[in-house]
């Protein structure tokens, strides 16, 4: 199954299992980034080269959050932090791509606080891809498959706006056309 491909700068580059590069540069005020790179979709298996264009990543600790924006840096320029709340959860979201795609997470807290996160990615119809748990124990991450049974918020969940802003469309959309009938 594919890993999201992660690599640790502390002190020195420290190849991990996923033979990618994730640095930890600080970021004044105390936070820091961790750059991230997924390189599509198992080679093998069900999902062999599927495509993704969404993915999310939620803290699941107690300790540690992300900073706002929490997402940045991407590679392809088409590709967005789509979604944010709070310190929490954020959805990166583009066009499909099977190829490698870098950016960055960024986090509020110092690089010594540990934290946990949940880390889903979907293909375009909705299908969930990967599911992984991401731990930072202040030095290094740890990666934990867990597909069957790993955090799944669905796609459609992801993408759709926040009901307040739907909820604040409809109300926009009936006070102009009251408006319009007493204008008219």
Known sequence: MHRLALL???????PLAWSAM???PYIPGGSWSARFEERGYPNTGTWAGAPFDTFAVQISSA????ATP??????????RLF???????????????????????HFQDPSSTSLTLDYVAYAPDGTRLISQQLTWNGSCWTV???LSDGWDPGRDFLLI?????????????GLVGW???RLA
């Open 161 to 173: 706006p926040a009901p307040a802003a739907a909820l604040l469309g409809v109300i926009g959309l």
């Open 8 to 14: 640790v700068l502390v002190g020195a580059l420290v």
């Open 70 to 79: 929490a997402l940045g840096g991407f590679t392809n320029g088409n590709w």
């Open 144 to 146: 934990t498959e867990h």
């Open 179 to 181: 408006v319009k009938r």
């Open 63 to 66: 300790t540690g959050g992300l």
């Open 83 to 105: 979604r944010q709340v709070g310190s929490s959860l954020a959805v990166g979201h583009g066009p499909a791509i099977s190829g490698s795609l870098l950016w960055d997470f």
């Open 22 to 24: 994730v640095d930890t």
